[in-house]
């Protein structure tokens, strides 16, 4: 009996110590068979987490940020105990025991699992669980997955520290509201540092990773404070916070910027606009999207905030006030339903969700609002941000006068005489305070649109390329297209410079006389008859007058005098166009290039002929604070030295190349002063000499207006994105010219100006600018001007140029000029007859003017 009982136990223990080594075996080869080809867990201790790249205006204060995932990365001796201690109790209380996985834990999710059939499956990772999960596994839900988990578990706790381990954790989780990392979500949900919050807020922070994307503190509240109030008492059990602190914060309210009991981070920065965007689209373009979007930049701009503000104002009100000349009511095109109008609460929560701009501010800010009811002669609007008041708020009838309605044939209604003409209960509009200039006091709201005319604005230092405004159109929320760096548009006459430069660069001079005379070339499209926006000719013109008053005719001749091969190099050397075509035209601006481009340019004239390249970064670190990026490369003379004297500055010595002569660049820009003191732009006045130059398309598609002080640059475009003529009275120097005017009036304050530098090894000469013939050193008058020449150069006087363009008999117009013309040499030594005058019409359209 006793061997019977022994052979038993004996049987029963045989079977259990086989079960355990089978189940070990087993154990060991599923640990082994998964544990091979797993992704390397000590690249960890690499680990770069993707951080936001961040924009900083030159006097540091941050501008804008960009990020796919937002996350601010914080090492782990700077982030706060408590706020460990708040995720390790939600998450993985014995954090600091386990070797990677908790045993205990795992098996009493099975043992729940099982109790419910499937139905109640909870988690029983650790935080080093997690962190292979969201590291180097993804986050599939299967057998196979947990246990890679736990082997890759194991071996990093032997190859990181737990504090390691804990900030990969804590800087890559997610937390709902695209907000990646404890740091970020901080300044989303409470707008503060770590070290600024409180337990119940940390403890809200560690509720997030059990569901971030359902755990929303203001539609999800009653869920989010639960979760919070259980993370707290575990804070408390576990000894990381006292029993009092528990029980005083659990009473506490669920406060977050969601609910509006802080402000958003995001109402420290200023709208994004032009210049920002455009920074994100070449940094992606030069260092690659992934990089710039991930890699952590600290980005130094160039822009002036200032003067981007001022810059978005003076193009916003030209543009407006060409709009409200057309009169035409277009309005916002967004409507709210009427049963979405029945209380304050149910339209303001639709006018919140309205796609209008909330970014312009002309004359004061502009707020969405929206059409309440309609009156006899006026309509009640609710406007957002702002209360009802006692009466509500109104458009009143004299408010709509200028404008009539555009229907839907695309056709344009009668004149509005009354509010209700133009506007319909549910109708989406932009308003604005209409206010007393004496005191600013309030008068009225008065209803405002987006011009359907864009354009484009830019100003930059003409010595260093660093742009300092740039707007790209009327509003960056209704349209993020940049008409400064994206809108290809012919520039027209203010493309002449680039003509005049090759000219002078060739033996020309500002006293050099070129016939202005009709025109006719033979093209495949036919016959082509150029003209001048005058519909006048002039006879022989000095250089100089032919660009003040941006006759085309003259142009054409010069162009084929120099070579369009030899102006198309200028182009392309001073970066206007890549490859510019070789035909007549585009002496006159018919070739499309960018404002960007033109107004850099621009600088190589005002900086006596020095390359410059435009940039919108200063500086460019990476996320450890190395510089990757610096634009001025110039040497800086005596910055090494510990001290200077009081009166003296560090020497700053230009290593740039040379694009043109210096005596060019000086000729060319005393030649541009005269279009503004005397030619096509004669509204402009700042205070400091102006050289520029006015450029009007064809039907007035396209007016420019691009010129420079002795050391800032700026352009202006204007036009409709789908170009179309824009109507009598539409030029460069009426349009474009008050904007240029408005800017550069408070550049000036900041930035000063002077006279134009005169270049060494030349002297001035008196001429008449009407006939180019030399006067006397004491001449004076309205015909005299100075011009400048070289040392060693004797000019000529007296020769004309006429490109070698004969004037054929049939020409409708050359009878008249024989009339009252004169007899002329050309340059291939026939004669031919000019005169100055030809009546509209006698010339066909083709030029720019």
Same mark, same amino acid.
């Given at each position: 009996?006793?061997?019977?009982?022994?052979?038993?136990?004996?049987? #029963?223990?045989?079977?259990?110590?086989?079960?355990?080594?089978?189940?070990?075996?087993?154990?060991?080869?599923?640990?082994?068979?998964?544990?091979?080809?797993?992704?390397?867990?000590?690249?960890?201790?690499?680990?770069?987490?993707?951080? #936001?790249?961040?924009?900083?205006?030159?006097?540091?204060?941050?501008?804008?940020?960009?990020?796919?995932?937002?996350?601010?990365?914080?090492?782990?001796?700077?982030?706060?105990?408590?706020?460990?201690?708040?995720?390790?109790?939600?998450?993985?209380?014995?954090?600091?025991?386990?070797?990677?996985?908790?045993?205990?834990?795992?098996?009493?999710?099975?043992?729940?699992?099982?109790?419910?059939?499937?139905?109640?499956?909870?988690?029983?990772?650790?935080?080093?669980?997690?962190? $292979?999960?969201?590291?180097?596994?993804?986050?599939?839900?299967? #057998?196979?997955?947990?246990?890679?988990?736990?082997?890759?578990?194991?071996?990093?706790?032997?190859?990181?520290?737990?504090?390691?381990?804990?900030?990969?954790?804590?800087? /890559?989780?997610?937390?709902?509201?695209?907000?990646?990392?404890?740091?970020?979500?901080?300044?989303?949900?409470?707008?503060?540092?770590?070290?600024?919050?409180?337990?119940?807020?940390?403890?809200?922070?560690?509720? $997030?990773?059990?569901?971030?994307?359902?755990?929303?503190?203001?539609?999800?509240?009653?869920?989010?404070?639960?979760?919070?109030?259980?993370?707290?008492?575990?804070?408390?059990?576990?000894?990381?916070?006292? /029993?009092?602190?528990?029980?005083?914060?659990?009473?506490?309210?669920?406060?977050?910027?969601?609910?509006?009991?802080? /402000?958003?981070?995001?109402?420290?920065?200023?709208?994004?606009?032009?210049?920002?965007?455009?920074?994100?689209?070449?940094?992606?373009?030069?260092?690659?999207?992934?990089?710039?979007?991930?890699?952590?930049?600290?980005?130094?701009?160039?822009?002036?905030?200032?003067?981007?503000?001022?810059?978005?104002?003076?193009?916003?009100?030209? !543009?407006?006030?060409?709009?409200?000349?057309?009169?035409?009511?277009?309005?916002?095109?967004?409507?709210?339903? @009427?049963?979405?109008?029945?209380?304050?609460?149910?339209?303001?929560?639709?006018?919140?969700?309205?796609?209008?701009?909330?970014?312009?501010?002309?004359?004061?800010?502009?707020?969405?609002?929206?059409?309440?009811?309609?009156?006899?002669?006026?309509?009640?609007?609710?406007?957002?941000?702002?209360?009802?008041?006692?009466?509500?708020?109104?458009?009143?009838?004299?408010?709509?006068?200028?404008?009539?309605?555009?229907?839907?044939?695309?056709?344009?209604?009668?004149?509005?005489?009354? @509010?209700?003409?133009?506007?319909?209960?549910?109708?989406?509009?932009?308003?604005?305070? !209409?206010?007393?200039?004496?005191?600013?006091?309030?008068?009225?709201?008065?209803?405002?649109?987006?011009?359907?005319?864009?354009?484009?604005?830019?100003?930059?230092?003409?010595?260093?390329?660093?742009?300092?405004?740039?707007?790209?159109?009327?509003?960056?929320?209704?349209?993020?297209?940049?008409?400064?760096?994206?809108?290809?548009?012919?520039?027209?006459?203010?493309?002449?410079?680039?003509?005049?430069?090759?000219?002078?660069?060739?033996?020309?001079?500002?006293?050099?006389?070129?016939?202005?005379?009709? #025109?006719?070339?033979?093209?495949?499209?036919?016959?082509?008859?150029?003209?001048?926006?005058?519909?006048?000719?002039?006879?022989?013109?000095?250089?100089?007058?032919?660009?003040?008053?941006?006759?085309?005719?003259?142009?054409?001749?010069?162009?084929?005098?120099?070579?369009?091969?030899?102006? @198309?190099?200028?182009?392309?050397?001073?970066?206007?166009?890549?490859?510019?075509?070789?035909?007549?035209?585009?002496?006159?601006?018919?070739?499309?290039?960018?404002?960007?481009?033109?107004?850099?340019?621009?600088? $190589?004239?005002?900086?006596?002929?020095?390359?410059?390249?435009?940039?919108?970064?200063?500086?460019?670190?990476?996320?450890?604070?190395?510089?990757?990026?610096?634009?001025?490369?110039?040497?800086?003379?005596?910055?090494?030295?510990?001290?200077?004297?009081?009166?003296?500055?560090?020497?700053?010595?230009?290593?740039?190349?040379?694009?043109?002569?210096?005596?060019?660049?000086?000729?060319?820009?005393?030649? $541009?002063?005269?279009?503004?003191?005397?030619?096509?732009?004669?509204?402009?006045?700042?205070?400091?000499?102006?050289?520029?130059?006015?450029?009007?398309?064809?039907?007035?598609?396209?007016?420019?207006?691009?010129?420079?002080?002795?050391?800032?640059?700026?352009?202006?475009?204007?036009?409709?994105?789908?170009?179309?003529?824009?109507?009598?009275?539409?030029?460069?120097?009426?349009?474009?010219?008050?904007?240029?005017?408005?800017?550069?009036?408070?550049?000036?304050?900041?930035?000063?100006?002077?006279?134009?530098?005169?270049?060494?090894?030349?002297?001035?000469?008196?001429?008449?600018?009407?006939?180019?013939?030399?006067?006397?050193?004491?001449?004076?008058?309205?015909?005299?001007?100075?011009?400048?020449?070289?040392?060693?150069?004797?000019?000529?006087?007296?020769?004309?140029?006429?490109?070698?363009?004969?004037?054929?008999?049939?020409?409708?117009?050359?009878? /008249?000029?024989?009339?009252?013309?004169?007899?002329?040499?050309?340059?291939?030594?026939?004669?031919?007859?000019?005169?100055?005058?030809?009546?509209?019409?006698?010339?066909?359209?083709?030029?720019?003017?």
């Amino acid at each position: 009996m006793l061997r019977f009982i022994l052979s038993f136990f004996g049987g #029963i223990f045989t079977l259990i110590t086989l079960g355990i080594a089978v189940a070990a075996l087993s154990i060991g080869s599923i640990f082994y068979i998964y544990g091979r080809d797993l992704p390397s867990h000590e690249a960890l201790a690499q680990y770069t987490p993707p951080t #936001i790249s961040r924009i900083y205006s030159g006097e540091g204060r941050m501008i804008d940020e960009f990020a796919k995932e937002r996350r601010l990365f914080t090492p782990a001796e700077e982030i706060p105990d408590l706020v460990k201690y708040a995720f390790i109790s939600a998450e993985d209380k014995n954090f600091y025991t386990h070797k990677g996985y908790d045993a205990r834990g795992i098996a009493a999710a099975a043992v729940e699992a099982v109790r419910s059939r499937g139905q109640s499956v909870r988690g029983a990772s650790t935080i080093t669980q997690q962190v $292979m999960k969201n590291f180097l596994l993804g986050g599939e839900r299967r #057998i196979e997955r947990k246990i890679k988990e736990i082997i890759l578990a194991t071996r990093v706790e032997q190859t990181l520290s737990k504090e390691q381990i804990l900030e990969l954790y804590m800087n /890559e989780i997610f937390l709902g509201q695209n907000s990646y990392g404890v740091t970020a979500a901080a300044q989303t949900y409470f707008n503060k540092t770590l070290s600024e919050l409180s337990p119940h807020e940390a403890a809200t922070l560690a509720s $997030m990773p059990k569901a971030p994307g359902k755990f929303h503190p203001v539609r999800n509240k009653e869920r989010v404070l639960a979760r919070r109030n259980f993370v707290l008492k575990e804070m408390s059990e576990n000894g990381y916070i006292t /029993e009092a602190a528990y029980l005083a914060q659990k009473e506490l309210p669920l406060r977050s910027v969601q609910n509006g009991d802080f /402000e958003s981070f995001k109402s420290a920065l200023p709208p994004r606009d032009y210049f920002t965007d455009e920074i994100r689209r070449q940094l992606s373009r030069d260092f690659g999207e992934e990089q710039f979007f991930s890699g952590g930049m600290t980005v130094r701009a160039t822009v002036d905030p200032d003067l981007q503000i001022k810059a978005a104002e003076a193009l916003r009100r030209g !543009l407006e006030d060409y709009d409200r000349k057309q009169g035409v009511w277009r309005g916002t095109g967004v409507t709210i339903p @009427a049963d979405q109008l029945g209380s304050e609460e149910a339209w303001r929560a639709a006018l919140a969700e309205a796609d209008v701009p909330r970014d312009i501010t002309l004359n004061g800010k502009w707020h969405p609002a929206v059409v309440l009811r309609q009156g006899n002669n006026d309509v009640r609007i609710g406007i957002e941000g702002v209360d009802e008041g006692e009466d509500g708020h109104w458009i009143i009838g004299k408010d709509v006068t200028w404008a009539a309605p555009l229907l839907e044939d695309d056709k344009v209604g009668r004149k509005a005489k009354n @509010a209700p003409d133009l506007l319909n209960v549910g109708d989406v509009v932009l308003v604005r305070a !209409l206010t007393k200039d004496e005191d600013g006091s309030f008068v009225r709201w008065t209803l405002r649109q987006v011009p359907e005319i864009q354009g484009g604005f830019m100003a930059m230092d003409v010595n260093t390329g660093r742009v300092i405004a740039m707007q790209g159109g009327f509003s960056y929320q209704h349209s993020v297209f940049n008409r400064t760096t994206q809108a290809q548009r012919q520039p027209g006459s203010s493309f002449k410079p680039f003509v005049y430069a090759a000219a002078l660069d060739s033996g020309y001079s500002p006293a050099t006389i070129v016939i202005d005379a009709p #025109i006719e070339v033979n093209t495949p499209q036919g016959l082509w008859r150029p003209k001048n926006s005058s519909n006048k000719f002039y006879g022989p013109t000095p250089l100089r007058t032919g660009i003040e008053q941006s006759r085309n005719l003259m142009t054409i001749r010069l162009a084929q005098e120099v070579g369009m091969d030899v102006i @198309a190099n200028y182009a392309e050397r001073f970066g206007v166009y890549d490859d510019m075509g070789q035909f007549l035209a585009n002496s006159l601006g018919a070739d499309e290039t960018t404002l960007y481009k033109m107004v850099a340019a621009y600088a $190589m004239f005002a900086n006596g002929g020095e390359r410059v390249e435009p940039t919108l970064v200063d500086r460019i670190q990476d996320r450890y604070g190395q510089t990757i990026y610096r634009h001025d490369q110039r040497d800086c003379v005596e910055c090494e030295l510990a001290e200077l004297p009081v009166d003296q500055s560090p020497r700053i010595v230009s290593n740039r190349a040379r694009v043109m002569d210096e005596t060019t660049a000086y000729q060319l820009t005393s030649m $541009m002063k005269g279009v503004v003191d005397r030619g096509t732009a004669t509204n402009i006045r700042v205070g400091v000499p102006i050289a520029g130059k006015t450029g009007t398309t064809n039907d007035s598609r396209d007016v420019w207006f691009v010129g420079f002080s002795s050391n800032i640059v700026a352009g202006c475009y204007m036009g409709h994105d789908n170009p179309r003529p824009l109507g009598r009275g539409a030029y460069g120097g009426t349009m474009c010219g008050p904007v240029f005017a408005e800017f550069m009036k408070e550049a000036v304050q900041r930035y000063g100006g002077g006279a134009f530098e005169v270049p060494e090894g030349g002297r001035f000469i008196k001429i008449d600018r009407f006939t180019g013939e030399r006067l006397p050193d004491e001449a004076s008058g309205e015909a005299v001007v100075a011009e400048f020449f070289r040392d060693g150069e004797e000019p000529l006087f007296g020769i004309t140029f006429d490109g070698g363009f004969a004037m054929g008999a049939n020409l409708p117009l050359f009878n /008249e000029v024989q009339e009252v013309g004169q007899e002329v040499t050309t340059s291939t030594g026939r004669t031919t007859v000019v005169g100055p005058k030809a009546s509209f019409g006698s010339v066909s359209s083709g030029g720019l003017y």
